[in-house]
C-alpha cells in the first residue's frame, strides 16, 4: 500500500526528526505562561528545521546525482555487453544450423548448448537493464528530495527573521510602534507553508521510486531463482 500525500509528509517529518533534522520544539508550560504582549510568531510557529538541514539536503542531493551517474554508467555497460551478445547469438545460430545441414549431431549439440547460455546472459541483462531504469529513477527522486530540503532550509532561514514579531494589538497611542507580522513576513511564511508541502511532496515520490525499485529487485530475484541461477532456500 502506497503512503497518502499526508502521510508520505508525516512519515518523512518522522523520518528527519530521527535524523536530527527536525527538532522538538515543544516549550514548557512555563515558556508560554505569559501575557500576551510576550507573545511571539515564534511562541505560535517554531523553527522546525534542525542546524543540519541545509547540510543532509546538499549529501541526499549529491547521493541521488550519485547514484543517477552509476545508472548510466551501468546502462552503457549492458547496452555495450547485449550487443556484443547479439552479435555472438546470430553466429551461434549460423552454427547451428550449419552443424544440423551437416548431420554433425555433436556439433549441433554444442552449439546449442552456447546459443543457449548466450541467450540466458542476454535475458538477464535486458532484466538488468529494467532494475537499471527504476535504480536512475531513484536517484533522480533522492535528489529531488535533497533540493526540496535545501529550499525548506532557505525558508526556514526567511520565516526566522519574523519570528520575533509580537501579537498584541497597538494601543491607544499612535506613535508605539507596531510589532505584530507584516506582510511581508506573511509572504515569508506562506513560502515557508508551500516549501514544507514541496518536501512532502518529493517524500512521496521518493517512497515511490524506492518500493517500486524494490519491488523491481525481489522480481529479478525470483526469476533468477526459477532459472536456478539462485540457490532456494529451504522452507521453514
Known amino acids: 500500500m502506497r503512503f497518502g500525500r499526508k ?11 530521527g535524523a536530527g533534522l527536525f527538532l522538538a520544539q515543544e516549550p514548557g508550560d512555563a515558556a508560554l505562561d505569559k501575557p500576551l504582549h510576550q507573545f511571539t510568531i515564534g511562541d505560535l510557529f517554531p523553527s522546525l528545521a534542525g542546524p543540519i538541514a541545509r547540510q543532509t539536503g546538499e549529501v541526499w542531493s549529491g547521493a541521488g546525482t550519485e ?11 549492458i547496452d555495450t555487453a547485449l550487443a556484443n551478445l547479439k552479435q555472438r547469438i546470430a553466429a551461434l545460430k549460423g552454427d547451428v544450423k550449419a552443424a544440423q545441414r551437416s548431420k554433425d549431431f555433436t556439433a549441433t549439440g554444442a552449439a546449442q548448448g552456447k546459443l543457449a547460455t548466450e541467450e540466458t546472459v542476454a535475458s538477464i541483462l535486458k532484466r538488468l537493464d529494467r532494475v537499471t531504469d527504476a535504480q536512475r529513477d531513484v536517484g533522480r527522486a533522492w535528489h529531488d528530495a535533497g533540493e526540496a530540503l535545501l529550499d525548506f532550509a532557505s525558508a526556514e532561514d526567511e520565516l526566522d ?5 509580537g501579537l498584541e494589538k497597538p494601543g491607544a497611542d499612535p506613535n508605539a510602534p507596531d510589532t505584530r507580522l507584516d506582510a511581508k513576513g506573511v509572504d515569508a511564511f506562506r513560502s515557508h507553508a508551500e516549501a514544507m508541502d514541496e518536501l512532502g511532496v518529493a517524500f512521496t515520490q521518493l517512497g515511490t521510486e524506492i518500493r517500486s525499485l524494490v519491488d523491481d529487485r525481489l522480481k529479478f530475484l525470483a526469476e533468477l531463482e526459477r532459472g536456478g541461477h539462485v540457490r532456494t532456500p529451504p522452507l521453514k
Open 67 to 77: 547514484l543517477r551517474s552509476r545508472a548510466d554508467g551501468r546502462q552503457e555497460a
Open 161 to 165: 527573521v519574523y519570528r520575533g514579531a
Open 7 to 17: 502521510a508520505a509528509i508525516l512519515a518523512g517529518v518522522a523520518v528527519l526528526a
